[in-house]
T-cell receptor, first 113, second 114 residues
Framework: AQSVTQPDIHITVSEGASLELRCNYS??????LFWYVQSPGQGLQLLLK??????LVQGIKGFEAEFKRSQSSFNLRKPSVHWSDAAEYFC???????????FGTGTRLQVFP | DTGVSQDPRHKITKRGQNVTFRCDPI?????LYWYRQTLGQGPEFLTY????????KSRLLSNRFSAERPKGSFSTLEIQRTEQGDSAMYLC????????????FGSGTRLTVV
């Protein structure tokens, strides 16, 4: 079955600390992987995507993610978190052309000053 | 280009009423998607269009739900005889042909059925 698991429902970090949000996927074909961020009451904004090639992907707002095929993971990282990063983060997987994305349940990030 | 626009932003309706939402995608995007998001969950796929053709519908989309994209531009999502379980955020997204760039999402329409 195709699925995305985000094991951490809620993460709290201090401003300036490093961040890693976990994502594991199950997908029968070559996965296309995405991270989106959602602020309260808003739609989703694409942070970064992985289709092929270099397994370390750089995105907007200083985020990066690493694809590890052997672990079926696509974890999101940021070296130094800013208070404005507080939001909900969704990992998603799709296939060729990404006609339909399967989303995880999200990780809510809280940032303390 | 102002991105993907959805109207209305919020809708409160009584159970049993019909509601219609509109989505205006990015003008050069051929593909348009509808997703539903309930509290504490990620978005769930409902349906998508390539130009005016509806190519896939989720089993989540009961026969009370209908979506159209008549001229391959804007799209409407209608829910007939609304139920409390229809309360959710309805998200529209668009993407270029092939969908390889990832979606651009609108801000959503929050439906509350009372």
């Amino acid at each position: 079955a195709q699925s995305v698991t985000q094991p951490d429902i809620h993460i709290t970090v201090s401003e300036g600390a490093s961040l890693e949000l976990r994502c594991n996927y199950s997908y029968g074909a070559t996965p296309y992987l995405f991270w989106y961020v959602q602020s309260p009451g808003q739609g989703l904004q694409l942070l970064l995507k992985y289709f092929s090639g270099d397994t370390l992907v750089q995105g907007i707002k200083g985020f990066e993610a690493e694809f590890k095929r052997s672990q079926s993971s696509f974890n999101l990282r940021k070296p130094s978190v800013h208070w404005s990063d507080a939001a909900e983060y969704f990992c998603a997987v799709g296939g060729n052309g990404a006609d339909k994305l399967i989303f995880g349940t999200g990780t809510r990030l809280q940032v303390f000053p | 280009d102002t991105g993907v626009s959805q109207d209305p932003r919020h809708k409160i309706t009584k159970r049993g009423q019909n509601v219609t939402f509109r989505c205006d995608p990015i003008s050069e995007h051929n593909r348009l998607y509808w997703y539903r998001q309930t509290l504490g969950q990620g978005p769930e796929f409902l349906t998508y269009f390539q130009n005016e053709a509806q190519l896939e519908k989720s089993r989540l989309l009961s026969n009370r739900f209908s979506a159209e994209r008549p001229k391959g531009s804007f799209s409407t999502l209608e829910i007939q005889r609304t139920e409390q379980g229809d309360s959710a955020m309805y998200l529209c997204a668009s993407s270029p042909r092939q969908g390889s760039g990832g979606y651009t999402f609108g801000s959503g329409t929050r439906l509350t059925v009372v």
